[in-house]
């Protein structure tokens, strides 16, 4: 693993076929890569395979041959169906072997919470012969650690609060000697244009990308992001800073107000700081994102300091006794259109006395559309000190994506209007 195609080949392998069904989520797999990122390696497959024998073998074989480093999750219990330790076993051709030691503290775990240790728990003692045996606090299932010809193999339990204690404290540590790559790293987060007119706007970058550096795009409804990754090595580390830095700030600049965030923070986060370094308040009245955009304000630590309430004003009496908006406005124009989203903002700017007002409403689907108010329509509200503004959306996609687009868009235009009025106070 000391050099760059050794590192190319790390191959994780999930076991068990309840990961297969539309009931359980692999999540251990986003946990470990994101661990070996610290040490500048990353992935190169990885695979979820059923408790099958035959099957689990076919996947073990198959990653001995091509990878440096494997890493197995599963399949080490005490049940039947944890059959991770024999087939490793069966394709390099060893064994199975008892270890009293191991048996005794699983007794004792047991024992130290007032319970007998089943009989199906002895299985859990039993190891590959030559593996070292990694100490698990949390559960009954040791880890397992073998290294041959070159290829280390490491086994691990399934469960999450089990598997990351040992990953941190003893497969991270041993895994540091075979030699950490420093590598530059920049997430650069964009909304108001989707992965087409981004794509299109940073194609000059591509002509003149150095050697090592990777560029990926990542796009979701409301939220692109350009993943900027260079492993610095050999020879001038300082040019390849540097080189990093040029692109970086290339892609900035070509994409200008459409970025948010250069070191991956959500935009939540990003408008909070400028609320806290501004002194200003916030509140939110929404309609059709349902508290989505409070709940995502109120997700960053320290929010209090700057958010001070949020209403759901679900229905148009709500809209009228909460924030005051005329009931003669909602039977002329309807709940979804500019001139209520507006009167919502500043409702509820007045009623909570912040400094600045979001508001949402809208038809996010997948009913409840017209010619007129199509399914995706959402007018977003921002009140603010000497004035209120509204724009006019049409997102698409799923009810939950239309919501989470509309929460982006509130969001934008508070971080567009904080950072204009702190230009203007620059001036003055």
């Known amino acids: 693993m000391k050099n760059q195609q050794e590192r190319r080949t790390i191959e994780f392998i999930a076991v068990g076929s309840e990961l297969l069904t539309p009931y359980f989520l692999e999540t251990n797999s986003l946990f470990i890569s994101e661990k070996l990122q610290e040490l500048g390696w990353t992935l190169s497959c990885k695979t979820v395979v059923s408790d099958r024998l035959e099957e689990l073998k076919q996947v073990i074989k198959i990653a001995w041959r091509r990878s440096r480093l494997i890493l197995v999750c599963g399949g080490l219990g005490p049940t039947d169906d944890d059959r991770t330790r024999q087939a490793v076993a069966e394709v390099l051709g060893t064994r199975l072997v008892f270890r009293r030691d191991i048996l005794d503290k699983i007794r004792l775990r047991f024992e130290s919470g007032g319970l007998k240790m089943p009989a199906s728990n002895r299985r859990q003692a039993y190891v590959i012969e030559g593996a ?16 041959r010809k070159g290829r280390v193999m490491v086994l691990l339990p399934g469960p999450p609060s089990e598997l990351k204690p040992m990953v941190e404290n003893l497969v991270l540590p041993r895994l540091k000697k075979f030699g950490e790559v420093r590598v530059l790293r920049s997430v650069i987060r964009i909304t108001g244009a989707g992965e087409s007119m981004v794509e299109d706007l940073i194609r000059p970058v591509y002509k003149s990308l150095p050697a090592k550096l990777q560029l990926i795009t990542l796009a979701t409804p409301g939220d692109v992001q350009i993943r900027l990754e260079m492993p610095v090595g050999g020879g001038r580390p300082e040019a390849q800073e540097k080189a990093f830095s040029r692109v970086k700030e290339r892609v900035v600049r070509l994409l200008g107000d459409l970025v948010y965030s250069t070191e991956g923070q959500p935009l939540e986060k990003v408008v909070g700081e400028q609320l806290r370094a501004a002194g200003r308040t916030l509140a939110c009245a929404e309609s059709c994102t349902g508290g989505l955009l409070a709940n995502r304000i109120t997700n960053i630590a ?7 309430e949020g209403l759901v004003t679900y229905s148009n009496r709500s809209k009228t006794l909460e924030l005051g908006v005329p009931e003669e406005l909602l039977g002329e124009k309807g709940a979804v259109s500019e001139e209520v989203a507006r009167a919502m903002a500043e409702g509820v700017r007045k009623k909570s006395g912040a400094d600045f007002a979001l508001s949402t409403t809208g038809i996010a689907g997948p009913g ?12 977003v509200g921002l009140a603010f000190p000497g004035g209120s503004t509204v724009t006019r959306n049409l997102f698409r996609g799923s009810r939950e994506q239309v919501k989470f687009q ?8 508070l971080r567009l209007k904080l950072r204009d009025m702190q230009k203007e106070a620059g001036l003055k």
């Open 132 to 147: 070292e045996v990694l100490e698990n606090p949390n559960g009954t299932a040791p880890g397992l650690w073998l290294e």
């Open 302 to 308: 320290g929010s209090s300091d700057y958010f001070l």
């Open 368 to 379: 409840g559309g017209s010619q007129v108010k199509p399914v995706g329509l959402v007018y």
């Open 406 to 413: 509309a929460t982006q868009k509130a969001l934008d235009m």
